[in-house]
């Protein structure tokens, strides 16, 4: 299989190509390397009535065989890590070795979740009666997944839904598409024609599969404004939804911690993948006593930290992954300079076409300014000073996210009082950036609805039937 050319969908067992294309850019040059197909309405429509005829006849299948082609295709997968790395580092942008990474993970998180089972149970079993609850797939499932962690998150989507019996069409990243589709080239040598199906496009597609009536559930990982316009689109037929959108994730550091051990962490958990992921740190409060020399810590990580083109030797952070993504947080940057905000950069970035920004912190802005309010989705980090806890973690929830956040202290039992008060689904305790197949990952407020993971997320692809029958 060539990884660097012929990049076709995968509709009903086959291998296709369409009449229109959209390129696919380097975000370390900002040039076009390669082309995807453009999805056409005709050939949606061919995807999903490919995966509504095989729902029957894989529905059917036994749930132990399904797992075990899962696990099949993430032994397909994995020899192949290094190559679908080099070629995700050219789409997305990430440096090959985390790129490389993402791969072997997503492998591990296959095999992990293909291992669970759903809880179905006999509720009553006496001379009465028989009651038995089970968990039927819900039918075919639209999966749209973003370009922040491309291959991880379409395979997050695909191994509960056929694990549970679905079939499925998944849309990758109009800006990431390449290595799904090489992917699904692999998987069509085991899955069942039509069990899984990959159509890639512009803007045009998403609004067309999530409004299509083919489909009985829709999962989308995206952004929060994005995400009210899925759901609008599928109310039509009410789809099932789950929601992964954005995060204006906050994290607290107590004076007690020691700042030689944790500052490496904690610059990581705001700015590896150059700061593009849902649950990084994106607000930093740290108490007072220590923020002077949190602050100067973190300014010499990022002082040193080579920002550049992820394929280059050295490389600690790649750009940012697309064109408009790139305008957005310029924008934000740039307000903040506007402001007088005291603003401190890392090293320098390469000036060669390509997105790169400088790793940023701001110092102490006010709680009102764009830079804290909004979710940059890039490597702008405010920190905040604080010196009381009540007031910090009313200034941590007083937000319309609830994705994640992290406590940083040598007192758990502190930390534990501290991360329960917080209104996310996810909170960390001096880490950062843990997600676990076997734990749900899930969003408060407007950070979305649903769960991914965990057996909750495995019973978002399904719907409960209970059977009673009278002895």
């Known amino acids: 299989m060539d990884l660097n050319a012929d990049y076709k969908m995968l509709i009903n067992g086959a291998l296709v190509d369409s009449d229109q294309h959209i390129d696919v850019v380097n975000p370390a040059t900002g040039e076009p390397f390669a082309q995807a197909p453009d999805c056409s309405a005709a050939q949606l429509d061919q995807a999903v009535a490919a995966a509504r005829n095989a729902f029957p006849g894989w529905r059917a299948t036994p749930i132990e065989e399904r797992a075990a082609l899962l696990i099949k295709c993430a032994d397909a997968i994995a020899?192949?890590?290094?190559?679908?790395?080099?070629?995700?580092?050219?789409?997305?942008g990430?440096?090959?070795?985390?790129?490389?990474?993402?791969?072997?993970?997503?492998?591990?998180?296959?095999?992990?979740?293909?291992?669970?089972?759903?809880?179905?149970?006999?509720?009553?079993?006496?001379?009465?009666?028989?009651?038995?609850?089970?968990?039927?797939?819900?039918?075919?499932?639209?999966?749209?997944a973003p370009w922040n962690f491309p291959v991880n998150l379409s395979l997050a989507k695909v191994t509960p839904a056929l694990l549970t019996g679905n079939t499925m069409v998944l849309k990758p990243s109009p800006f990431t598409p390449l290595c799904t589709l090489k992917i699904a080239e692999l998987l069509n040598e085991i899955l069942p024609a039509g069990v899984l199906n990959v159509v890639t496009g512009g803007d045009a597609l998403g609004p067309m599969m999530t409004a299509h009536p083919g489909f009985d559930k829709v999962s989308f990982t995206g952004s929060t404004a994005t995400g009210k316009k899925v759901m609008a689109s599928a109310a039509g037929d009410l789809k099932r939804m789950t929601l992964e959108l954005g995060g204006n994730d906050a994290a607290i550091i107590l004076p007690d911690v020691d700042l030689d051990e944790v500052a490496e962490k904690i610059f990581f958990g705001a700015f590896f993948n150059t700061a593009q992921i849902c649950v990084a740190t994106k607000r930093m409060y740290v108490h007072e006593d220590i923020y002077d020399a949190l602050r100067d810590r973190l300014a010499a990580i990022a002082a040193n930290a080579k920002v550049g083109d992820g394929a280059e030797q050295g490389t600690m952070l790649g750009p940012i992954q697309n064109k408009a993504q790139y305008e957005r947080v310029m924008d934000l940057l740039e307000d903040a300079k506007s402001k007088d905000l005291v603003v401190?950069?890392?090293?320098?970035?390469?000036?060669?076409?390509?997105?790169?920004?400088?790793?940023?912190?701001?110092?102490?802005?006010?709680?009102?300014?764009?830079?804290?309010?909004?979710?940059?989705?890039?490597?702008?980090?405010?920190?905040?000073?604080?010196?009381?806890?009540?007031?910090?973690?009313?200034?941590?929830?007083?937000?319309?996210?609830?994705l994640a956040g992290a406590v940083w202290t040598k007192d758990t039992e502190k930390a534990k009082d501290i991360a329960r008060r917080m209104e996310t689904g996810t909170v960390w305790i001096n880490q950062n950036l843990m997600l676990r197949p076997d734990t749900p990952f899930a969003g408060h407020k407007q950070s979305g609805f649903g769960a991914e993971f965990g057996m909750e997320g495995i019973l978002e692809y399904t719907v409960p039937q209970v059977v009673m029958m009278a002895k």
């Open 79 to 92: 020899p192949l890590a290094e190559d679908i790395g080099r070629l995700f580092t050219r789409e997305q």
């Open 94 to 144: 990430r440096p090959v070795n985390f790129a490389i990474n993402e791969v072997k993970g997503a492998c591990d998180m296959m095999k992990a979740v293909a291992q669970m089972r759903l809880p179905d149970e006999v509720v009553e079993d006496s001379e009465k009666q028989f009651v038995e609850k089970v968990h039927k797939p819900l039918g075919v499932v639209c999966a749209i």
């Open 344 to 402: 401190i950069e890392g090293a320098d970035v390469p000036n060669n076409g390509g997105y790169f920004v400088p790793v940023t912190i701001v110092d102490n802005p006010p709680e009102e300014e764009r830079v804290v309010q909004e979710e940059a989705f890039g490597p702008i980090l405010p920190m905040l000073k604080f010196n009381d806890i009540d007031d910090v973690i009313d200034r941590a929830n007083d937000s319309d996210y609830g």
